[in-house]
């Protein structure tokens, strides 16, 4: 099985609104990580958030908040007030406790932010 | 600091030849990885080392070699590549924290051609 599932191979937004990108996930560790990352045309992957599996509060770093549903194991991505810069491929990954040398990746979402 | 850098950006190599990539952190960070990206795919994770040893190897060919010379250098070394190695390397890095918390820091990349 999948570890992470992103199922929105793209997205539009319009510039200044808000949009969630979708991530779920599969794991029967108890201890586990997840991780939102960005990457711009120009190949780098920019670590966003991370929201821990014990974390009772949703992760929020400026812009960016993270939607944790644990029981549902998904942990969406928002972001608020989309930017042009915002365009790119983000990636949803995972790490667990008891393999925690391995990071899981989605297969990504590529959003678009329109003018 | 969360700055991990990698050179060079660009390589293009024929396939007999001999190169090197280069990764550096200095953030103390215990553990480097090496994943390589094909356009429009999530990263594949080739080789982790933790204390400066290798402690993962994905089933790479034999014709990428990493090493790790101290704890804030990581090289990949390549000979008699092939054409479907053309893709995006990246170089990360993270504290080790043993557990789900361990956020990856990733370098720009470096996109190599073999012809």
């Known amino acids: 099985a999948q570890k992470i599932t992103q199922t929105q191979p793209g997205m539009f937004v319009q510039e200044k609104e808000a949009v969630t990108l979708d991530c779920t996930y599969d794991?029967?560790?108890?201890?586990?990580?997840l991780f939102w990352y960005k990457q711009p045309s120009s190949g780098e992957m920019i670590f966003l958030i991370y929201q821990g599996s014990y974390d009772q509060q949703n992760a929020t770093e400026g812009r960016y908040s993270l939607n944790f549903q644990k029981a549902r194991k998904s942990a969406n991505l928002v972001i608020s007030a989309s930017q042009l810069g915002d365009s790119a491929m983000y990636f949803c990954?995972?790490?667990?406790?008891?393999?925690?040398?391995?990071?899981?990746f989605g297969s990504g979402t590529k959003l678009n932010v329109k003018p | 600091d969360t700055e991990v850098t990698q050179t060079p950006k660009h390589l293009v190599m024929g396939m007999t030849n001999k190169k090197s990539l280069k990764c550096e952190q200095h953030?103390?960070?215990?553990?480097m990885y090496w994943y390589k990206q094909k356009a429009k795919k999530p990263p594949e994770l080739m080789f982790v080392y933790s204390y400066e040893k290798l402690s993962i190897n994905e089933s790479v060919p034999s014709r990428f070699s990493p090493e790790c010379p101290n704890s804030s250098l990581l090289n990949l070394h390549l000979h008699a590549l092939q054409p479907e190695d053309s893709a995006l390397y990246l170089c990360a890095s993270s504290q080790l924290t043993g557990d789900g918390t361990d956020t990856q820091y990733f370098g720009p990349g470096t996109r190599l051609t073999v012809l």
């Open positions: 990954a995972m790490r667990e406790e008891y393999n925690f040398n391995k990071f899981y």
């Open positions: 794991t029967s560790d108890p201890s586990y990580g």
């Open positions: 953030m103390g960070h215990r553990a």
